[in-house]
């Protein structure tokens, strides 16, 4: 996953999250399921099959503060926790990443494609998940609310030493659904660092989105979005 992929996938994220928090240094062993928290997950917001938004996604590198771009765009969501952002006007160093689609937030995926483990918060549990395949990512951890399935944080760690983004989500209630309305990233990869900021207003619910690209037929790309 490249840095502004990274950062524009963690802004399609939207319809498995809650007021974030970040995880405890140290959960405890959990007596949950990886099966039951993944149906607690794929089972919000009934009645939604999908929806589309604006998204504003502010990038700001650190390490390169003259490159700061803001992007308006279009989100689109499935239920499935598809995603897709479509950026008519990106600028030249940003040149095809004007649409990006992702899986990353689809949780029936995961069993397929990760090994998992659980521990508890005391409002949350955390999934450990340590991909099948070996690939860039070492490991991803998510924190997931106990009570509602919401999908609080992402924290994906790679195997080169230091390497890390984070995600984090907010959420409000619009028109009955728990929706995803901004969202801050945190970058360390290679030799950048970066800060993102994703907000996400003009909701249209159940409405026709584009569809996934057909999965790769090649194993080690399946999981790789």
């Not at 405890?24 to 959990?30: G, H, N, R, T």
């Not at 030249?92 to 397929?112: D, N, R």
């Not at 991803?140 to 944080?153: A, C, E, F, K, P």
């Not at 990869?189 to 970066?194: M, N, P």
Request: glycine residues 6%.
């Amino acid at each position: 996953m490249t840095l502004t992929a990274a950062v524009v996938l963690g802004a399609a994220a939207s319809a498995g999250a809650a007021t974030s928090a970040s995880p405890s240094p140290s959960p405890e062993p959990s007596t949950a399921t990886v099966h039951s928290i993944i149906d607690l997950i794929t089972h919000r917001n009934p009645g939604l099959s999908s929806y589309q938004a604006h998204v504003r996604l502010d990038l700001r590198q650190l390490n390169f503060p003259w490159l700061h771009p803001v992007l308006d765009g279009t989100e689109y969501y499935a239920q499935t926790g598809f995603t897709s952002l479509d950026f008519p006007h990106t600028p030249a160093y940003l040149k095809g990443i004007t649409k990006v689609e992702g899986t990353v937030f689809s949780a029936h995926k995961w069993e397929h494609c990760y090994n998992i483990s659980v521990s508890t918060l005391p409002e949350a549990y955390v999934l450990h998940m340590e991909p099948k395949i070996r690939g860039e990512v070492s490991s991803v951890d998510v924190t997931i609310g106990r009570s509602d399935g919401q999908l609080q944080r992402f924290d994906w760690y790679y195997h080169d030493a230091g390497d890390h983004i984070s995600l984090e989500q907010y959420y409000g209630i619009v028109y009955g659904y728990s929706i995803v309305e901004s969202q801050s990233s945190e970058i360390a990869r290679k030799h950048i660092r970066a800060k993102g900021q994703a907000t996400f207003d003009t909701f249209q619910f159940n409405v026709a989105v584009p569809s996934p690209t057909p999965t790769p037929s090649n194993p080690l790309h399946q999981c790789d979005n």
